[in-house]
């Protein structure tokens, strides 16, 4: 898999969490108001307000741009940081699902954490000249 879909997955997870932590910093409520065709699942406030969305005292979305961007930086750590992006998905799934909300931004950010595991691991094809 080419290098520049990592290098676009890793601008894009970068982008979204940096939104969300100027919105976190700021107090400005997040563009995603609650849906009520789902019942009240989806309500991005509640899950970005909460208590779980900080760890050590920094907001998660904060964590997963960091995350993000390191992800380019080469091979040596891909076994860490493959881990440290597989538990920051579970923290973000579990407080989720304790919140008792999703959060579209939040999924989105997720979905493309996953890619960007995907990408990491994907073998990537070697041209031999002849």
Request: with cysteine; aromatic share 10%; net charge positive.
């Amino acid at each position: 898999m080419p290098r520049i879909y990592q290098i676009g997955l890793a601008v894009v997870v970068a982008a979204l969490g940096l939104y969300l932590t100027i919105l976190h910093y700021t107090g400005v409520p997040v563009g995603c108001p609650p849906i009520p065709a789902t019942g009240g699942l989806v309500n991005c406030q509640a899950v970005l307000t909460s208590p779980g969305s900080v760890i050590l005292g920094v907001p998660l979305a904060l964590w997963g741009s960091l995350w993000a961007l390191a992800s380019l930086i080469g091979k040596r750590l891909r076994i860490m940081w493959t881990g440290c992006g597989v538990l920051g998905l579970l923290w973000a799934w579990i407080h989720e699902w304790q919140v008792g909300h999703l959060c579209l931004w939040c999924t989105a950010m997720q979905i493309g954490v996953l890619l960007i595991l995907v990408t990491l691991w994907y073998p990537r094809r070697v041209v031999q000249e002849s």
